[in-house]
């Protein structure tokens, strides 16, 4: 709390001066020299003076560094909103959307309040999924994981290593490619195969590729309706390792993503994997081990409170009772308090595109009662235990034994 009770004085301790910056840029009491602090402007008529530990939002204040979405929304309307994220909408709807704005706005406005006086560890954000009703949203989270034992697939050695680092960021290894947006279509699964993919074949050959997810949207079968129907109806990170294995993957500019479903066309392949790796369930040091020494993992995650993310250290799954897996991920590093995720819905959603999931709830197990609705394959089972915060360490994989596709065309 202690820790807490500091960085709120930080935060709201930020004076505003009347008028505007000079043109130096800096401000305090050696304005006139580079050691003067920078001067952020906030309105027309007003700026503040920001620590050298924070960067400037223009016309929104001083933030630290992770915060750069946190703001009151003071005054903010729905037209304000409209134009920032350029909606628009048919007359029909638009005062629907608008009650989901002001409701929306007023979630933010409670829980933002709350992180400014210590009691939150995450802050929420008026973003472009601010408009969404709860069915919307949902379509963006339609993924499941398949546990058939019919399926070909390697358990994780058990390998002896040194001790992991104390943290680790694969984004700093030119290993991951720019995040990237899903839109409409329930294909989250298939990003999170096609990034895994990306970031292994980068690994094991200097080369780092931009792949199509939609090679498994239009491609991937699933005959047990793991995630529903396939497609942008849902699927699974594993079903689309398998065609990987047996198919390969096309790059992106030669099967650009639609954002919908088409039928399976002849394509390259450009990389093909031989198997994949799932991580033993609900074991923290598993993940840890797999991101230090193999490479980023795909991974499924309950993502029913992610819709107003902002920054910070999430906690949100753990606080209420968000646990039916029906997301799927990228996980990319690790701290000590934090899992760092890339996620599939723009570089303007969270901390440009990725959330930290908390790791407080490590050792922590919840009951998803709705593994039909996000988790599971036919039979569906009536429960399932799941571990960490929003599940993450529960269904964790990655491929193995990539490789260069053929000049052979796959004709389907």
């Not at 807490?4 to 009491?29: D, E, I, R, Y």
């Not at 008529?45 to 703001?71: D, H, K, M, Y």
């Not at 020494?293 to 819709?307: E, I, L, R």
């Not at 595109?353 to 036919?378: M, Q």
Request: proline residues 5%; glycine residues 10%; contains cysteine.
């Amino acid at each position: 709390m202690a820790m807490w009770s500091s960085f709120l004085l930080l935060v709201v301790g930020v004076a505003a001066h009347s008028g505007t910056c000079p043109a130096s840029k800096k401000c305090g009491a050696d304005a006139g020299s580079e050691k003067g602090l920078p001067c952020c402007q906030i309105s027309s008529t007003s700026f503040e003076c920001c620590s050298s530990s924070e960067a400037c939002i223009p016309n929104v204040g001083c933030r630290c560094a992770g915060e750069e979405n946190l703001r009151d929304y003071e005054g903010y309307s729905f037209e304000d909103y409209k134009q920032e994220f350029s909606k628009s909408y048919a007359d029909h709807e638009h005062e629907s959307r608008r009650s989901i704005f002001e409701a929306n706005l007023r979630k933010v406005q409670a829980h933002n309040a709350e992180y400014r006086q210590g009691r939150r560890t995450w802050y929420m954000a008026m973003n472009e999924l601010a408009d969404l009703s709860s069915e919307e949203f949902g379509v963006r989270r339609s993924t499941k994981v398949a546990h058939s034992a019919n399926r070909p697939f390697l358990q994780l050695d058990a390998e002896v290593h040194k001790p992991n680092p104390a943290a680790f960021d694969w984004r700093s290894k030119g290993v991951v490619t720019p995040v990237k947006d899903q839109g409409g279509c329930g294909s989250c699964w298939a990003f999170s195969a096609t990034e895994t993919v990306e970031s292994h074949y980068a690994i094991a050959s200097g080369k780092l590729l931009t792949l199509a997810p939609q090679t498994y949207v239009d491609c991937v079968e699933n005959p047990d309706d793991c995630g529903g129907t396939g497609g942008c109806e849902g699927a699974t990170m594993e079903l689309a390792f398998n065609l990987t294995i047996s198919k390969g993957i096309a790059l992106e500019s030669a099967l650009p993503y639609e954002g919908r479903d088409e039928s399976c066309p002849s394509y390259k392949p450009a990389v093909k994997a031989k198997s994949y790796v799932r991580l033993p369930i609900n074991e923290a040091a598993s993940l840890e081990t797999a991101l230090a020494t193999k490479g980023p993992m795909s991974v499924t995650v309950a993502a029913g409170s992610w819709q107003l993310y902002g920054g910070g250290i999430f906690s949100g799954c753990s606080e209420g009772s968000d646990n039916t897996l029906d997301h799927g991920v990228q996980a990319v590093g690790y701290a000590k308090d934090y899992w760092l995720i890339r996620n599939s819905w723009g570089p303007g959603w969270g901390e440009k595109g990725y959330i930290r999931l908390s790791r407080a709830s490590d050792k922590k197990t919840f009951v998803d009662h709705n593994p039909a609705d996000g988790e599971a394959c036919r039979p569906y089972p009536k429960t399932q235990t799941i571990g960490g915060e929003c599940g993450v360490l529960f269904d964790s994989s990655y491929p193995v034994g990539l490789v260069a596709g053929t000049e052979e065309e796959i004709v389907v």
